[in-house]
């Protein structure tokens, strides 16, 4: 191995372990944004990625079929992560998901914190830290993904002071005022603090990420670089930055020229009756994505008689989500609640006016639904990012279709010619969709093609190139890496935590 080797360090591998309509076990595409902005980065990469592959691996359980080399074009290594089903309670359906998840997104619901469920956090990033520690050649870097391992920085930068160490955060981090509810707030930024490049999705974030940092440790910034204390009174600087994820826009835009995904965009009009307009909502079943905030508006819209339920359908596709968080099952209740209610008032025989689909699609049925769509609804209550919105408009190529987007996603700094709305506000979000169904041709063409142009330009192969090139420029830490290489040997030659399944290069 190259000191250019990357190590992907993420809670989920790009696959998942599920059960068929049989009840056979099958490999599918782990679900959520992470997995479709790494894939572009990983493959040509002499690279490996460390995950859990989201089953429960008690003592005993029933041992998993290997993972198939060909899946996804997949030319780099996966290493998974054991993980049993009380951890994976305590540490994912636990802190990550009840008390980071809801914290991180302003506390829309109320984060619950356990000190058990904490000490589950610590320990299963640790495993991590082992397994990145165990398969990372000398030098090269490893970057670690997201909420659910913000300890592994520096629990690897003491296993391993040789690794050049990246941190990105896909989701928000919260205000100041906010973090500080957090127990153990020192522990989770000593954490990140490990890496030397901390990134975020937009500025704000790392300017409150610098703010705790001064708050909780009495550590200032200049510029965006923070001085951390080392041991034996070496130093060494941290960057933070914001680095916005996009999406695979040639990938996407090449997938919605083709020919087969036209046909399926006329069958899909059809087969809703030939509207005159789409409305579409594609989430993730979170209560963070605004999907009873939207369909709430649209309701009302119809029974207002500003939108015409004989000429107007909406489509929204419901990944299901962490279903073992209390959270989860209620938003289900509610968004189902509202399907319902409107349909039954609303929906005539073969012809309702909401179609729900509580499923996860393949891509390129997401991408015949984006074109069929003229009205894309996006209206989280927060999210990091939002990459639907980005693939939405890359997926336009005909520059047609009009984007209605909250003003609370990282999306809203890179896509302002949508109709920006604030989600809390049930009135501004009605005048935005009808802004856009409104909105004559050629101007919701003209800011259609500002927003490709942005998204084509902005791909998550730029996204990624930045943020590794930041991080490989990032001056050596090298002073302290020697220091601690004697003490961190014996312990990395032990640290067999993790289990090869597949190794497809
Ligand atoms: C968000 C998070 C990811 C997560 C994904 C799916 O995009 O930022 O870290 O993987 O949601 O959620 P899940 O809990 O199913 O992994």
Redesign the pocket.
């Known amino acids: 191995m190259s000191s250019d080797d990357l190590v992907i360090v993420?809670?989920?591998l790009p696959v998942e372990s599920a059960r068929d309509e049989n009840g056979n076990r099958i490999w599918r595409r782990?679900?959520?944004?992470?997995?479709s902005a790494l894939e572009p980065v990983m493959k040509g990469a002499n690279a490996s990625w460390i995950g859990w592959n989201?089953s429960y691996q008690d003592p005993g359980s029933e041992p998993l079929p290997p993972i198939p080399e060909t899946a996804d074009d997949r030319d780099y290594s996966i290493y998974e992560v054991p993980l049993s089903r009380g951890e994976v309670e305590l540490y994912?359906d636990g802190f990550?998901?009840s008390a980071l998840w809801p914290l991180y997104h302003d506390a829309i619901v109320t984060p619950t914190y356990h000190r058990h469920q904490f000490d589950s956090y610590r320990k299963i990033n640790m495993r991590f830290a082992e397994a990145a520690a165990e398969h990372a050649s000398p030098g090269s870097v490893v970057w670690v993904?997201?909420?659910?391992l913000q300890l592994v920085p520096a629990m690897l930068r003491s296993l391993r002071p040789d690794l050049k160490i990246g941190f990105f955060l896909?989701?928000p981090f919260p205000a100041p005022d906010l973090f500080m509810q957090l127990p153990w707030r020192r522990e989770i930024v000593l954490g990140l603090l490990g890496a030397d490049v901390v990134g975020f999705q937009t500025a704000g974030g790392a300017r409150n990420f610098l703010d705790v940092t001064e708050r909780l440790l009495g550590l200032p910034s200049v510029g965006n670089k923070v001085e951390v204390p080392g041991p034996h009174g070496a130093r060494r600087t941290c960057l933070v930055d914001a680095f916005g994820i996009s999406v695979d826009s040639i990938g996407l835009a090449a997938k919605a020229n083709s020919p087969e995904i036209e046909d399926r965009v006329e069958q899909i009009r059809a087969d809703l009756g030939n509207p005159k307009t789409i409305l579409l909502g594609v989430d993730?079943l979170?209560y963070t994505k605004g999907i009873d905030v939207r369909l709430r508006a649209y309701t009302e819209l119809l029974h207002e008689g500003k939108l015409d339920p004989n000429e107007t359908v909406l489509v929204q596709v419901a990944t299901p989500?962490?279903e073992n968080v209390d959270e989860y099952q209620r938003i289900r209740d509610d968004v189902e609640m509202i399907v319902s209610r409107t349909n039954g008032d609303l929906g005539q025989i073969g012809a309702p006016a909401i179609y729900y689909m509580r499923n996860s699609l393949p891509i390129e049925e997401l991408i015949a639904l984006y074109k069929a769509a003229d009205i894309m609804l996006v209206t989280p209550l927060r999210d990091?990012m939002n990459l639907v919105s980005k693939e939405y408009v890359v997926s336009r190529t005909d520059d047609e279709g009009a984007l209605v987007l909250s003003e609370f996603t990282g999306a809203a700094n890179d896509l302002p010619q949508s109709w920006l709305v604030n989600p809390y506000d049930a009135d501004g979000v009605k005048s935005g969709i009808i802004a856009a169904a409104h909105a004559p041709l050629e101007e919701r063409k003209r800011r259609m093609r500002t927003m490709r142009s942005h998204v084509m330009h902005n791909d998550v192969q730029k996204w990624a190139r930045d943020f590794l090139g930041v991080l490989k420029r990032q001056e050596s830490n090298a002073g302290e890496a020697e220091d601690q290489q004697h003490s961190s040997e014996g312990e990395t030659a032990n640290a067999s935590t993790s289990t090869t399944t597949d190794k497809a290069k």
């Open positions: 993420a809670n989920r782990s679900p959520g944004g992470l997995v989201g994912y990550s998901n993904q997201d909420y659910q896909h989701i993730r979170d989500s962490r990091g």
